[in-house]
């Protein structure tokens, strides 16, 4: 007969064996005895200074390791405080578990009550509590389950009475699941060999349900002869091939969107091919047809109409249409590789390639020859992460990353301020390669408490602030074309970051020209030496740009 064991003793072992990468959090009494018990497992534990910090660091940590993150709150105020980084998470479809403690079903009046199921389905995470000791091991598979093979975000409730509670400890009988993996029907893909072999003009878009399909998506692109782009959060994947666009969307280049635009068949790789991917619709011309492939049937013409769907793993669909392509088809079509074109992508798909007007002051830079300088600077070896604003094409686009691990964007919820939350949640999951965080002044000072996170942690994190003293993006929208309009709501005296920023036991740098740029040398050698052990925080006084060319278009879907 087992011996008994406490019910939190037991969710926190049967969780480590289910093979979770990583815990996140902030630690009260309602979660500390199942974030102890993770830890006695073997699994790390960062603790960070805010529930909201803790959740974006789990799920960064997850999109860039491909492990299952976990975040530990305490019960009632613990989440709602992580709400917006579980927010993001679960409208990314990260896997990812909220290890939450709730209180007892009796303890109505109590100061911690309120709905957390309710909560955690508002901002599109599954709901899934441990419901008795004796279920408890089959309610954590169960979350862990839905995680995987759903890619769900999954808020695990654990009553504190439960908790408690004793159970047999059966946690050794427990079978880690494989992910499930969803092969396309026959006919769906002749159906869509047929349609590559009559386009002349055909691009492929993968999106995140892509990301592990690098190689089967070119050897079919070459095969049909397809350019290849992704979408923001799948940046990097194609990275080496001549006939890689890069993004597609509101970050691309003109040559990239021109080339979208001319196409007359775009099939979407685990990509959604929403407003921001496709421009609002715009870089998909009258006449072309659309394909989608994703494992999700709801996916399937979610955001605009396609000529076919393809319910399958984007990997599996793409070996099996090589595979009845080549049978009809046995040698490479050109059609959109040709090498006029790969010269003019190797030119300009890039903004850094693209010649732009130079908007520095002497007191400010612009922006896009600061990112520029630093992508020359900074080691190609390097993890990007992106927080929201007017700025965020720049680091997006001017600073080149490796492959789809060295890019991070948590945008699917639209906040600002996860920036540096997700750049340290990405450190944890590349330690190899260099972080890099671009933000804006005012999303880094909303997310700040999380760089002492960096200091105690000895990241050595290089944090680019786009500092125009303002709500950049609020400033531009509603300033442009209406001189006069008051924006004092959203604009704020000058703030000297780089001196917060050594308050917390940083190093920080002020820039106002590319000659000031020779204060990160310094911190760069250490690096290159190995010995650096504190973040770098550049505090970029820019330039105002006028408004960031995707802005419109991104205040279109507001």
Not at 521 to 534: H, I
């Amino acid at each position: 007969m087992s011996a008994e064991v406490r019910v939190s003793t037991l969710v926190g072992r049967t969780l480590a064996k289910l093979g979770v990468g990583h815990v996140f959090g902030v630690v009260g009494s309602g979660n500390f005895d199942v974030t102890g018990t993770l830890m006695s497992e073997g699994i790390p534990f960062t603790a960070a200074r805010h529930e909201g910090g803790a959740a974006t660091m789990a799920d960064a940590y997850g999109r860039m390791s491909g492990r299952v993150g976990v975040v530990t709150t305490h019960q009632g105020c613990g989440l709602t405080n992580a709400i917006t980084g579980v927010g993001e998470a679960a409208k990314s479809r990260t896997p990812m578990i909220v290890l939450t403690a709730d209180t007892q079903a009796a303890a109505t009046r109590s100061n911690f009550k309120i709905d957390q199921d309710a909560l955690a389905r508002s901002v599109g995470a599954v709901a899934e509590r441990i419901h008795s000791p004796a279920t408890a091991i089959a309610d954590t598979v169960r979350a862990f389950r839905t995680a995987v093979n759903e890619r769900r975000t999954v808020v695990l409730s654990l009553p504190l009475d439960i908790q408690s509670a004793t159970a047999a400890d059966e946690v050794g009988a427990v079978v880690v699941p494989q992910p499930s993996v969803t092969r396309p029907e026959t006919a769906a893909v002749e159906k869509l060999v047929a349609l590559l072999a009559a386009a002349e003009r055909p691009v492929f878009v993968a999106g995140r349900g892509g990301r592990g399909a690098r190689e089967e998506i070119l050897a079919l692109a070459h095969h049909a002869g397809a350019l290849v782009a992704t979408s923001a959060v799948a940046s990097g994947l194609f990275n080496g091939d001549p006939h890689n666009l890069g993004i597609s969307g509101g970050f691309s280049s003109p040559l990239t969107a021109e080339l979208i635009s001319g196409a007359d068949l775009i099939v979407g790789w685990g990509c959604t091919l929403n407003m921001w991917t496709m421009r609002h619709g715009r870089l998909i011309s009258s006449g072309t047809k659309v394909v989608q492939v994703d494992v999700e049937d709801s996916s399937l013409g979610a955001n605009r109409p396609i000529a076919l769907g393809v319910l399958g793993d984007s990997g599996l669909t793409a070996v099996d249409a090589l595979a009845v392509l080549r049978a009809s088809q046995p040698e490479p079509a050109e059609k959109y590789r040709t090498e006029a074109i790969a010269l003019a992508i190797k030119g300009s798909s890039r903004w850094r390639d693209v010649d732009t007007p130079d908007l520095s002051t002497a007191t400010s830079i612009d922006p896009r020859v600061l990112t520029r300088e630093l992508d020359t600077l900074l080691p190609v070896e390097r993890i990007v992460s992106v927080d929201s604003g007017n700025f965020m094409g720049y680091p997006s686009q001017y600073l080149a990353v490796p492959d789809e691990f060295g890019f991070c964007f948590t945008q699917a919820f639209q906040a600002i301020g996860l920036g540096l939350y997700t750049a340290i949640g990405a450190a944890v999951a590349q330690p190899s390669r260099l972080p890099v965080l671009g933000a804006g002044d005012g999303g880094f000072l909303m997310g700040i408490s999380e760089l002492e996170t960096a200091v105690r942690l000895k990241l050595p994190l290089v944090c680019i602030v786009y500092n125009d003293a303002a709500y950049g993006a609020e400033v531009h929208h509603f300033a442009s074309g209406h001189p006069g309009t008051d924006v004092s709501s959203v604009v704020f005296p000058e703030t000297d970051i780089a001196a917060i920023a050594r308050g917390f036991g940083a190093d920080g740098v002020t820039v106002r020209t590319v000659a000031d740029l020779a204060a990160v040398e310094p911190w760069l050698a250490a690096y290159d030496a190995g010995t650096q052990d504190r973040p770098l925080v550049i505090d970029a006084k820019i330039a105002s740009d006028g408004g960031s060319w995707w802005l419109a278009e991104a205040f279109q879907g507001h």
